[in-house]
């Protein structure tokens, strides 16, 4: 513990927002890094509690040694906190940019948790920026080649693992870069390409291949000794809506994707510019919907969630250390209401009719109220329907599990839940084949999936060994 009254001593202070005016006129990063003093000032306010919840399952998938590390950081051996965060997270600026921290949720600070994010997020750059990354190049060869199918979150934290074990490993991904949804699920302002691409470098220093624009064939099980499947979970959930195939409505991770391939290449393929945009979804996705849309030049931008508004303060079933089921207001709602002076989402509603122009596009909406009933249905109120102007509709109601072209060739089926859980829990369906990341747990969090890809290469890298 570097300061005993570390946390009364000093306030908690976040990296702050750039103003939204500023941020607004591009996609650079959404944040302001705060200097070292002030981060060796932040990590000494972690207690080093007898019982730390942050790295427990409730705080960190990942178990990271957070008040380990802190305690190193508020003595500026930043190298040495960064060796130790290391240790069990394999990709930091990937964590620090876009986890929600479980672990400040869990903090016994509450409130006023210690800024673990922004505190690991500083040392992975710090690292970067000194030197201090280099390639780690196993020092021996398995003579093992594995196969990763899928370059997401989950297919690069077991690579990484299956590399620093020794086996050689290659990454198959069907777009034409990789990084999964780290490349073109998160907009650019929420997580800049540039560091997917420096970490993608990395990696390739240390002697992993990446085949992309190439989709995983039942052959890679012939021609390598173990392939592990991370093909997330990319169907997503339709709109029951008559017209939802109409030009103009389209999925959140399509436009999500065409957004950053605009911004990547300069040529733009979807845009929301001049366009009443509505969102049906109020998640994280529905989010990252809103602030590209405000950065592409709509007119206006709305969302809407079927739900109901969560509280503002815990419910007694939703004690500490749980993660808090509250409301929150996220970066794009943020500039929404600077933009258009008000909260962009529209609660217990959803799309009854999509209203079509002349030439079939999509031109409005038809939204209708939603009560729940005491059986937990959904129902449309009466005399509750409203229309709206709405130029593109995006979906942002979920995933229902992994693409069943993946399962039909694998010869694969999934559960009812549309995830390829074996039944005895593991990560491994059988023979050599494993499984990973959202196409085995469901849609989840970047920081899960890393956890369960690591999971998965132990399993795989221990069924190897035990075949010597």
Known sequence: MGIATGFLDTPRQENPFRAEGERLKD?????????????????????????????????????????????LLCRGREREALERLLRTAPFPEFTGHVCPALCEKACNLEAEAVTNRDNELYLIETGFARGWMKPRVPAFRTGRRIAVAGSGPSGLAAADLLNRLGHQVTVFEKADRPGGLLMYGIPNMKLPKDIVERRIRLMEA??????????????????????????????????????????????????????????????????????????????????????????????????????????????????????????????????????????????????????????????????????????????????????????????????????????????LAADARGRLMPEDGSHHPGGNLFCAGDMRTGQSLVVRALADGRDAAREADAWLRRQD
């Open 206 to 411: 240390e002697g992993i291949r990446f085949r992309l624009n190439t989709e995983a064939d039942p052959e890679l099980r012939r021609e390598y000794d173990a392939v592990i499947l991370c093909g997330g979970s990319r169907r997503p959930r339709p709109l029951n809506a008559e017209h939802a195939d109409a030009p103009g409505v389209m999925f959140a991770v399509d436009y999500l994707t065409a957004a950053t391939k605009s911004l990547l290449s300069g040529k733009a393929e979807v845009s929301a510019e001049g366009k009443h945009v509505v969102v049906v979804g109020g998640g994280d996705t529905g989010n990252d919907c809103v602030g590209t849309a405000l950065r592409q030049g709509c007119a206006s931008a709305a969302q809407l969630e079927m739900m109901p508004a969560p509280p503002a303060e815990r419910g007694r079933n939703n004690p500490w250390p749980e993660w808090p089921r509250i409301l929150r207001t996220d970066y794009g709602q943020m500039e929404a209401a600077f933009r258009q002076d008000g909260d962009p989402r529209i609660y217990e509603t959803t799309v009854k009719r999509i209203l079509t122009d002349g030439t079939g596009a999509v031109s409005g909406l038809e939204t209708v109220r939603l009560h729940r009933t005491p059986e937990g249905r959904f129902e449309p109120v009466p005399g509750s329907e409203r229309t709206m102007a709405c130029g593109l509709l995006l979906i942002a109601a979920g995933f229902i599990g992994c693409e069943e072209r993946t399962l039909e060739r694998f010869a």
């Open 27 to 71: 996609f650079e990063d959404l944040h302001i890094r705060r200097p070292p003093e002030a981060r060796h000032a932040q990590a000494s306010r972690c207690m080093n509690c007898g019982v730390p919840f942050c790295q427990s399952d409730f705080g960190c998938p990942l178990h990271n040694l957070i008040p380990e590390w802190n305690d």
